[in-house]
């Protein structure tokens, strides 16, 4: 089964495993407890839904991480937001996570840095892309420069990224087939019109999805 983390920072979601957002105390949180069992319309089955919330934030949050990824976080950064302390404890354990938090908390960040590191750590056993990440075209450029290719260098992983968008080049599309990247950044829209197509063969071993600005 995917690891889907799908992150937001609206009230209301039209999408992903949970609704009912409300505000509780300056923070969002779903009206369902994150220790419930929530509806999965993706598989027909009850996953589990962890909030990101302060009440899930492990005492260190970094603990699942290697030790080359928790020296460039710690370099990098001041501590881990309860966003990304919650959203991590969640999704090392293998849950679908829906992350729902402020602008400016790290979801992505928090989505990206716990895949960049199996990525890292861990032999490829074939060949295909392992990470999607899905987000609007707009916001592309800049996530994937401050959430998955400065972790990159501060950790010195050798990772292929690819880009397919609606710009990218027919050639570019071929050689993306016959040799596909790792991590996967691209659209809603593209990926549609790879599911629908022979591209879709170098998804077969996707390991998690990341869906990120849920509208």
Not at 73 to 85: I, K, L, M, R, V
Request: aromatic share 6%; charged share 20%; proline share 7%.
């Amino acid at each position: 089964a995917l690891n889907v983390h799908v992150s937001d920072d609206r009230l209301t979601l039209k999408a992903g495993f949970c609704t009912d957002v409300t505000r509780l105390q300056g923070q969002q949180t779903i009206g369902t407890p994150a220790d419930r069992p929530v509806s999965d319309p993706l598989r027909g089955r009850s996953k589990v839904c962890c909030l990101a919330t302060s009440e899930n934030k492990s005492v260190n949050p970094l603990a699942p991480f290697s030790p080359g990824v928790r020296r460039w976080f710690e370099a990098s950064f001041e501590g881990a937001t309860d966003a990304q302390a919650a959203g991590w404890k969640a999704i090392s354990s293998g849950l679908n996570t829906l992350i729902c938090a402020p602008t400016g908390s790290g979801k992505t960040l928090a989505s990206f840095l716990w895949g960049i590191d199996r990525l890292a750590t861990r032999p490829v056993t074939g060949e295909g892309v392992r990470i999607v990440y899905i987000s609007p075209l707009k916001a592309l450029s800049y996530d994937i420069e401050r959430n998955l290719r400065a972790p990159l260098r501060g950790i010195g992983a050798d990772i292929p990224v690819g880009l397919r968008t609606g710009d990218t080049s027919q050639s570019d599309r071929a050689k993306m087939r016959r040799h596909p990247p790792d991590i996967l950044i691209t659209t809603p829209e593209s990926l549609y019109l790879m599911l629908s197509s022979g591209a879709r063969e170098i998804l077969t071993g996707v390991e998690a999805v990341i869906v990120d600005e849920v509208h």
